[in-house]
């Protein structure tokens, strides 16, 4: 059985505004790795050379890890990197290309509801982290905390983005099943 991209074909997805938009949160991400890269070092140096560790970088580095994972999430689906077996697709493609089409469209349907439930249901946990900070942080009080909020909004972000791109694509693949490319 072989794993292969999500979208056998993501040069078939058209440029426009929300393209764009998931391309920044895909740098924005990329430059994210960078900089976290650059502060693990940083304290590998600190601790090493000097004996003197940076605060509260596995914190960071926690916070950043998911961050930079929802950040990349719908680019990610959007350029067919998500990976999966695609043995009954490919065998599809050849002999019924429409219900190929038709089975990805309900693949990309059902992970754009799945992912609109998540939204829904992870929206107040972010409004609460927003509202009561104090009582939302990650780390030790009295030596190294952040709070949540900003890391649950990337969160929100990211699944709504990767919502978006599911219905998107789901859209093209209903599109495909009527014989319209």
């Known amino acids: 059985m072989s794993l292969e991209t999500t979208e056998s074909h993501p040069e078939e997805q058209p440029d426009g505004p929300f393209s764009r938009l998931i391309g920044v949160m895909n740098a924005l991400g990329t430059i994210w790795i960078i900089g976290l890269m650059v502060l693990i070092n940083a ?14 970088v596995p914190e960071l580095v926690l916070f950043s890890i998911v961050g930079i994972v929802f950040l990349q999430l719908a ?9 999966r077996s695609d043995v009954l697709l490919n065998l599809l493609e050849r002999k019924a290309p429409r219900v190929r089409f038709l089975l990805l469209g309900l693949f990309n349907m059902t992970g754009a509801v799945l992912l609109a439930i998540v939204a829904w249901k992870f929206w107040p946990h972010l409004a ?9 942080f990650m780390g030790n009080p009295g030596f190294f905390t952040i709070v949540q909020w900003p ?3 990337i969160m929100l972000a990211g699944i709504v983005a990767t919502t978006i791109q599911f219905l998107l694509m789901a859209l093209r693949d209903f599109v495909h099943v009527g014989g319209n490319r």
């Open 75 to 83: 680019h990610t689906l959007r350029s067919g990197s998500m990976t």
């Open 43 to 56: 304290d590998i140096f600190g601790r090493t050379a000097m004996n003197a560790p940076i605060a509260g």
């Open 151 to 153: 890391l649950f909004a």
């Open 128 to 136: 609460q982290a927003w509202e009561f900070p104090a009582r939302h």
